[in-house]
């Protein structure tokens, strides 16, 4: 069965997952189109918000054809739209939908095919007059190469099949394990061979095409800054291109696309040599890039709306002359990723989460969310857009020091360093930059300036002696309160067990700025500057002691581990009474003087309260 010739679209499928499935729904609704989720059971009992749509259908996998297919019938959809990842570049579940009788939201299977390929999309550019990086062939002698080379998959992309070569006794080490990861990863191990750029920036160039014989470009990004091949930041424009760089890229570009016959959004990826001013193309993505919101922030379009015009087979509504490009924007992706240990995948309960408002954020996280290793890392996107790219890294740093994930570690404290470090605000980071380049990590002393701010205010309530210790502010002068208190329903997050013990407070702090601290059943937990922190109280075991009647009170929520005394037991100063546990810390609670235990009001296992009495110790 085939598509008739006329397509009409009314509920659109969209065959992904996350904050991607999110942005497509938010454009469908606004056109008044009906839309539909597909979901695995791992989403679903992650309580991922995409899975929580009033139409939505359990798929075994998102790379299910059969499944996703199947969905779409079940719902009633008549289009599928796939994002980007999973299924999105293949070309047999884009010619299976159209045999089903659906639109296909993107370009034809036949493109796809055809620009899918590393080896064959370099041979489309070269006849279409577009630059390419010069090559070597795989059976040349490697002592003939000049180094260094790059080994790559023809197959996919991702960093996935790569290894930088240099020297011609790495050669075949090299050959073979990029080999073995392309034949894993994308079930192909045929390999490319070419110059490796030392010092590149990697420049792409968002195009649409129509079935009417139209390319417009909606220009360029600036993607340099990467980690083993992976996007960290994304900008538009480009910075520091020379006009007549800028406009040759452009004209590559929507060469090299129309050449094909492309139709819908892609991206045509460039590599421009700094040492030489050359550029180079790399590859064409034919989905919607990750990157997108940057172009629509600075152009004023809406992307997927576009793609709606074309998969409905209707020209474009606009000519290159209506591209107009107003301000910078700049993107963040924020990782499931502890960034200063190796970069490790993170997982676990997102507790608290806190968007930063002011900028635009695509994101599917929320408060109470479980994070899993099942899938990327990628929680969302923080996209902030200036008059200028002055204005838009102000406003950039300003929300990421506005985010805070509780529960789990993301790389939203590393994205703050990058962006406010010499070299990013100088343009001057490129594709290999961050893997020459450690990035610093930051100091917990902010951390623990603004955690004592809010033990500051805890003390002036709470039960205790006179001793008042610092805790963790550590003799700094106590900021502003900005928000205490601030009780977890009421603001739209999700509660505790027990809502009087889990409460985040933002907090502001001269010459800190603003952080966020949680003091509650998992303990003290401190996001600053996008870093987050779990932070031990060495003083606290001070805080329910009195000179006067020896009682010892909890220091913080937590769950008892250990009593090692019982009422009528003689102890000396500094005996351990007990033992706390919050955030997986443990905190011995000491006996603040020689005596005789007289109270001893936990068991192991009790959950307590701040400031609940667990032991009395009577003075000898």
Not at 138 to 143: E, R, S, V
């Given at each position: 069965?085939?598509?008739?010739?006329?397509?009409?679209?009314?509920?659109?499928?969209?065959?992904?997952?996350?904050?991607?499935?999110?942005?497509?729904?938010?454009?469908?609704?606004?056109?008044?189109?009906?839309?539909?989720?597909?979901?695995?059971?791992?989403?679903?009992?992650?309580?991922?918000?995409?899975?929580?749509?009033?139409?939505?259908?359990?798929?075994?996998?998102?790379?299910?054809?059969?499944?996703?297919?199947?969905?779409?019938?079940?719902?009633?959809?008549?289009?599928?739209?796939?994002?980007?990842?999973?299924?999105?570049?293949?070309?047999?579940?884009?010619?299976?939908?159209?045999?089903?009788?659906?639109?296909?939201?993107?370009?034809?299977?036949?493109?796809?095919?055809?620009m899918g390929r590393k080896d064959a999309a370099r041979e489309l550019a070269v006849a279409?007059?577009?630059?390419?990086?010069?090559?070597?062939?795989?059976?040349?002698?490697?002592?003939?190469?000049?180094?260094?080379?790059?080994?790559?998959?023809?197959?996919?992309?991702?960093?996935?099949?790569?290894?930088?070569?240099?020297?011609?006794?790495?050669?075949?080490?090299?050959?073979?394990?990029?080999?073995?990861?392309?034949?894993?990863?994308?079930?192909?191990?045929?390999?490319?061979?070419?110059?490796?750029?030392?010092?590149?920036?990697h420049i792409e160039v968002q195009v649409i095409g129509d079935a009417h014989g139209t390319v417009l470009h909606f220009g360029e990004r600036d993607c340099s800054p990467q980690r083993r091949h992976q996007k960290v930041l994304e900008e538009a424009p480009a910075p520091t291109l020379t006009a007549a760089t800028r406009s040759a890229i452009h004209t590559a570009a929507v060469d090299l696309a129309a050449s094909v016959g492309y139709t819908g959004a892609g991206t045509v990826e460039f590599l421009l040599d700094e040492a030489s001013g050359d550029f180079y193309f790399l590859e064409m993505n034919t989905r919607l890039q990750v990157e997108h919101p940057v172009t629509e922030a600075i152009t004023g379009v809406d992307l997927v709306a576009l793609q709606l015009n074309v998969a409905l087979g209707d020209p474009l509504p606009l000519t290159q002359d209506d591209v107009t490009f107003k301000g910078h924007a700049i993107e963040a992706r924020i990782y499931a990723e502890d960034s200063f240990a190796g970069f490790l995948p993170q997982a676990g309960t997102a507790t608290h989460v806190v968007w930063p408002s002011g900028v635009r954020v695509d994101h599917a996280l929320q408060s109470g969310q479980v994070v899993s290793t099942s899938y990327d890392p990628m929680l969302g996107k923080v996209i902030a857009r200036g008059a200028n790219r002055d204005e838009a890294l102000a406003r950039l740093l300003e929300a990421l020091d506005g985010t805070a994930i509780f529960g789990l570690t993301t790389n939203t404290g590393f994205l703050r360093v990058l962006v406010d470090s010499p070299e990013f605000r100088a343009a001057a980071v490129d594709t290999a930059w961050l893997d020459r380049h450690q990035v610093p990590e930051p100091g917990d002393?902010?951390?623990?300036?603004?955690?004592?701010?809010?033990?500051?205010?805890?003390?002036?309530?709470?039960?205790?002696?006179?001793?008042?210790?610092?805790?963790?502010?550590?003799?700094?002068?106590?900021?502003?309160?900005?928000?205490?208190?601030?009780?977890?329903?009421?603001?739209?997050?999700?509660?505790?067990?027990?809502?009087?013990?889990?409460?985040?407070?933002?907090?502001?702090?001269?010459?800190?700025?603003?952080?966020f601290v949680l003091r509650g059943r998992h303990g003290s937990e401190v996001v600053h500057r996008g870093q987050r922190f779990l932070l031990d109280e060495p003083a606290l075991s001070d805080e329910g002691r009195s000179s006067g009647d020896g009682t010892v009170v909890s220091p913080m929520p937590g769950t008892v581990l250990d009593v090692r005394v019982s009422e009528g037991q003689t102890v000396e100063v500094g005996q351990v009474l007990g033992v706390v546990e919050a955030m997986k810390m443990e905190l011995a609670l000491d006996a603040p003087t020689d005596g005789t235990v007289t109270t001893v009001a936990a068991a192991v296992g009790d959950q307590v309260a701040l400031g609940a009495t667990l032991f009395v110790v009577e003075p000898s």
């Open positions: 069965m085939t598509t008739s010739t006329t397509p009409t679209i009314s509920r659109v499928l969209v065959a992904n997952r996350g904050e991607i499935a999110l942005r497509v729904f938010r454009t469908c609704e606004r056109v008044g189109l009906d839309h539909v989720a597909i979901h695995t059971d791992a989403d679903a009992d992650a309580d991922a918000p995409h899975a929580a749509v009033e139409h939505a259908v359990r798929v075994a996998s998102y790379l299910d054809i059969d499944a996703v297919l199947d969905a779409a019938r079940a719902s009633g959809a008549d289009a599928i739209h796939p994002g980007y990842g999973f299924l999105s570049e293949n070309a047999s579940f884009a010619r299976a939908v159209i045999e089903a009788g659906l639109t296909w939201i993107g370009p034809t299977p036949e493109v796809i095919d055809r279409a007059g577009v630059p390419v990086v010069p090559s070597y062939s795989l059976d040349a002698d490697p002592a003939s190469f000049a180094y260094p080379v790059l080994v790559k998959a023809a197959a996919g992309g991702g960093g996935k099949g790569m290894r930088v070569v240099r020297s011609a006794a790495e050669f075949a080490d090299a050959v073979a394990a990029a080999g073995r990861e392309s034949r894993s990863a994308f079930g192909d191990d045929t390999l490319l061979i070419e110059k490796y750029v030392e010092s590149g920036r002393d902010g951390a623990r300036a603004l955690a004592g701010v809010v033990l500051g205010a805890v003390l002036d309530v709470a039960p205790r002696g006179p001793w008042q210790p610092d805790g963790f502010r550590m003799g700094a002068p106590r900021g502003p309160l900005v928000e205490h208190g601030r009780d977890l329903g009421a603001a739209g997050w999700s509660t505790a067990a027990d809502p009087t013990v889990a409460v985040v407070q933002r907090v502001g702090h001269v010459g800190l700025g603003d952080g």
